[in-house]
């Protein structure tokens, strides 16, 4: 389903500052997360991880309209680009509400497709830098001949493989998310606090008055 911009995450979006790529892998930081991406078969076939041209803005301003239903756009120009194969990333810790924001899946005429290991929502999709083509989806897989957007997968999410098939040189992509999933001594003291403040209320209420 596709979701208009007022029905967008709400939350500001974490994005990935991408710093290393090679055909073989790609590293970055999603805030505190560490991103990994291996390549289990072929390989990155392109990447930016530093300056260049703004892809996700029209004139380095406005969002192209594949991406206006988005809270904020990166804070960068980075994006990573798969070719045909198979992938796995992986995240240091699970992430809440992963958003994967799609330049030009395809190209005219090249069919490209990506199927995923779990679900996703279509968030947006329409015009981007490189054109206007329509995602199809059918279960996990998302495809198109030119496709620009935004597709998220509600999680938590720890690892995610990505199986791409006729791919071409300029299906990029970058990941964001809402949160991370706290770790257990987290939880285990936001509990703890929980039941302080119960019995500091407990404490204040005052006798009941007898007739």
């Excluded at 004139?59 to 991406?67: E, F, Q």
């Excluded at 699970?94 to 929502?121: C, H, K, R, Y």
């Excluded at 990941?175 to 019995?199: M, N, R």
Aim: glycine share 14%; proline share 5%; no cysteine.
């Amino acid at each position: 389903m596709l979701l208009g911009a007022g029905a967008a995450q709400a939350a500001a979006i974490t994005w990935t500052d991408w710093t290393s790529a090679s055909a073989a892998g790609v590293a970055g930081t999603m805030g505190t997360v560490a991103v990994t991406g291996t390549t289990n078969t072929g390989g990155f076939h392109n990447w930016q991880i530093s300056g260049g041209t703004d892809y996700w803005r029209q004139g380095s301003v406005n969002p192209w309209p594949a991406y206006d239903a988005l809270p904020n756009l990166p804070a960068n120009t980075d994006f990573v680009a798969p070719n045909t194969g198979s992938y796995s990333f992986t995240f240091s810790t699970p992430v809440v509400g992963l958003t994967m924001a799609i330049i030009s899946l395809g190209q005219t005429n090249v069919q490209t497709e990506w199927t995923f290991d779990q679900p996703f929502t279509l968030v947006d999709q329409g015009q981007g830098f490189w054109g206007n083509g329509a995602f199809t989806i059918a279960g996990n897989t998302i495809g198109s001949g030119e496709g620009h957007g935004v597709i998220r997968f509600d999680g938590p999410v720890s690892s995610l493989t990505l199986r791409s098939v006729n791919g071409e040189f300029w299906s990029g992509f970058t990941f964001g998310h809402d949160s991370v999933v706290p770790e257990p001594a987290t939880w285990a003291l936001l509990i703890a606090g929980f039941g302080l403040v119960g019995a500091a209320a407990r404490r204040r209420r005052p006798a009941g008055v007898s007739a």
